[in-house]
């Protein structure tokens, strides 16, 4: 099996926050906003009824999702308000308007696909969603002090199935049973919807009884980041790292990125991490079940 540390959610490029860490709710990672042809953040809702634009307003302290791009007179890069975002990994149904059959899915495309594909990435692999988070009040909807900006991982999916939306057949099943997905809009030569697996199943972990997609709670055990550390790309996989030493991790290999006294530096641009999960490895197995919370 294959693990893919796969970031996704705001930076500071796409929406310019963190993702909030509200105590003793689910880890909400806010989708990336986008120009337009998405879904509007006033139409998506949390855990307890409040929108995403009101949470974005808060923490954002009123200036809202905002996203860079390129000024085509000047050449430099320029930040504009947004109010629609690219809703994917689509892990929970937070719609507020319930009028379709909602059902779980994952897209890429382009190059991350590209580099999804020629590592072999298939069924039975397992996607681990982290992004950019900091801990916040949920009343208030302020950050909390003293911030530390963290990497965590808050969700995930075991594939089960992979649409090639390059494939006619398979692009039109796509639009048929998930036509609110962003990826069956796309007109691309890379571009795939993984579907999860019903319920996950993983080599040495028995004790299983989760569905083969979610979204989780803050822990310790999913934190990347380094305690204390300044930088969010600076992780010890929550003091499991004899278990990654030697492990092969894409975009972090013959370049200046990797180990480096106990520290994994992460490429800050990668998107997708890819290793081989070595269920044999005591020390691997106890950081997934810790993920996982198995």
Not at 33 to 49: A, I, N, Q, R, V
Not at 197 to 207: F, G, V
Not at 279 to 293: I, T
Request: with cysteine.
């Amino acid at each position: 099996m294959k693990i893919i540390l796969s970031r996704k959610g705001y930076d500071s490029s796409y929406g310019c926050i963190a993702s909030p860490i509200f105590d003793g709710k689910p880890l909400l990672s806010l989708p990336i906003p986008c120009e337009s042809g998405g879904t509007k953040y006033s139409d998506l809702t949390d855990f307890e009824g409040k929108s995403y634009n009101d949470i974005i307003m808060g923490l954002s302290g009123g200036k809202g999702a905002r996203l860079s791009i390129k000024d085509s007179a000047s050449g430099k890069m320029v930040a504009i308000n947004a109010s629609e975002c690219h809703l994917d990994p689509d892990l929970e149904n937070r719609y507020a308007k319930d009028n379709f059959e909602w059902k779980p899915a994952f897209g890429q495309c382009d190059a991350a696909e590209s580099h999804l594909h020629k590592n072999g990435v298939g069924i039975g692999d397992l996607f681990l969603f982290y992004g950019w988070f900091r801990h916040a009040d949920f009343d208030s909807l302020k950050y909390k002090s003293p911030v530390q900006d963290l990497h965590v991982i808050w969700g995930y999916m075991q594939v089960g199935e992979i649409l090639n939306l390059a494939c006619p057949e398979d692009l039109a099943r796509a639009k048929k049973e998930y036509p609110w997905h962003p990826h069956t809009k796309f007109d691309k030569k890379m571009n795939k919807l993984y579907i999860p697996k019903d319920k996950l199943a993983i080599e040495n972990i028995s004790s299983l009884k989760a569905k083969g997609y979610g979204v989780f709670e803050f822990s310790k055990d999913r934190q990347l980041t380094a305690k204390d550390s300044a930088k969010r790309c600076e992780w010890d996989f929550n003091e499991h790292e004899n278990a990654f030493k030697n492990v092969e991790i894409t975009y972090n290999i013959n370049n200046s990125y990797g180990w480096h006294n106990n520290i994994f530096h992460a490429a800050p641009r990668g998107q997708e991490f890819i290793f081989d999960y070595d269920a044999s490895d005591e020390n691997m197995r106890k950081w997934l079940a810790g993920v996982l919370g198995v």
